[in-house]
Structures are given as C-alpha cells and as structure tokens.
C-alpha cells in the first residue's frame, strides 16, 4: 500500500496548488449562455441583455454586461470572450476590457476609467477594424498616447475569440477574427503595463466586462480561468520531496 502514498499526495499537493489562485468565489467560471438567467458572477447594468437560443444579445443601446468581482487588477488569469458580429443592420461593434464598466457619455457610451479591445465590422463607415485603447477619464481626448494598438484588421461576419491574459503588471490582448471553435489563432496581440499605463485601475474597479449596442452582435460564450501562481506548484513540490524523502529514509529503516 506504501508505494501508493506518494503518487496520491503528489496529485493532492498539485490539485490544492492549481486551486490556489481561485479560491474566492465568483473570480473564475464560464457562461454558455445556455440558461434561463446569466451566470451570477455576472452583471447586465441595465437590464439589456436576454438570452435565447444559447446566446445573449443586447436590445438597448450601448450597454455593458460586468463582473460581480471588482478587484481583477490583483488577479493573473486568463478571460475568453467568444462572440460573432453581422454585416448590416447597423455599427456591428464589440468592445472588452477592464475597468468598471461605466459609460463615457461624453464619447458614445464608450467605457470609461478603462483599457478594452474593440471590434468593428467592415460595414460601419465611420470606423472599421481592431483596437485596444482607453479612456482614462470623461474629459479624455481620444490622442495617440490613449491607443495601444490599431490595425486595419476587419472582422468580415462568423464567429470570432477575444483574449485577455494578464500576469502581474502584464496584459496582453489578442483576437482570432475567424475562430473556428476549436484552435485559437490570434491575428494581432499586443502587451501593456498596467502599473504604467492604467494608474487609474484598482481592487474596486478592475472588473472584467464586454458589451454591444443594439446590433448584429451576438456573445456565445465567455471565460475566465486562473492563472496558478508560480510559488504555489514550488510549494507543493517541496512538500512532495519532504514527504517521499521521509518514507524512502523509513524504508531503509
């Protein structure tokens, strides 16, 4: 029975280390979509959203859909936004992020106190493509110093994957504009420091939030997974060692 000991403490110590990082709950989970109400970690501001058919669209204007958590900025974890958009019908346009979760009524409704990617469709005149920028405050100027990334990249309809992976001051931003559902391939990422650029961001308004105005733009699923933190696996691995140290000495005994 003895040699069974220490392969069963290592998949212990090991499972009590990836869990490590997600204790608090409601910091990590995923919605489908698929039920009658959203996940309660998540938050519809204003009551726009509805669900149907394993999907979830906004009927309002343009509103977001946040976390209950607020304190993601202390967090390492990696979001997954998976969401189509429709040529036609309107500015098919998706934006997601960290921050609040406000509004900037000053520029659009666009989310204010936050940094987000944002996807257009190629139909809309005014603008088409990616980008990943912020509004530091109301009174903001939309400058180059507030864009992080912009490219030409169009989104042309089906579905597509937006990612934000952040690790420490570090958050990375990516999309797959042709997602196939199955293998994420990001056509453009880009990586801020959040300690530099977002000095705005902290333990009360760093949720995590996407959304939509009334248009052809549909979410299927979104994610967010834990990132394990480095010094809980070295933990467990030197409690794994201690241990099969002990019995290999009690064996010799």
Known sequence: ??????????????????????VEAG??????????????NLVDVDGTYRLGGGNLRNTGS??????????YILQDFVADLTYSV???????????????GTKNSNFFDEPLQAVFFLDYAGDWPF?????????????????????YFSSGLINQGGFARARIVKIGDSMTFSADLRFDGVQFRPQFQTTIDLSAQTPYLNAT?????????????????FSITAVPEPNALVLALVGLLTTAGRLIVRRSN
């Open 62 to 71: 343009r509103n977001y859909v946040r976390t209950f958590a607020a304190d």
């Open 127 to 147: 603008f088409q493509g990616v980008d990943v920028r912020q509004w530091p405050d109301a009174g903001s100027q939309l400058l180059a110093e507030n864009y």
């Open 205 to 221: 308004n760093s949720r995590l939030f996407f959304g939509s105005g009334s248009s052809p733009t549909t979410f299927h699923e």
């Open 27 to 40: 910091q990590y989970f995923v919605d489908s979509f698929d039920g009658p109400s959203l996940s309660p």
């Open 1 to 22: 029975m003895r040699r069974f000991i220490v392969p069963g403490l290592a998949l212990l110590l090991l499972s009590v280390a990836m869990d490590a990082s997600s």
């Open 86 to 100: 429709t040529t036609g019908g309107g500015p098919a346009g998706m934006f997601f992020g960290m921050g609040p």
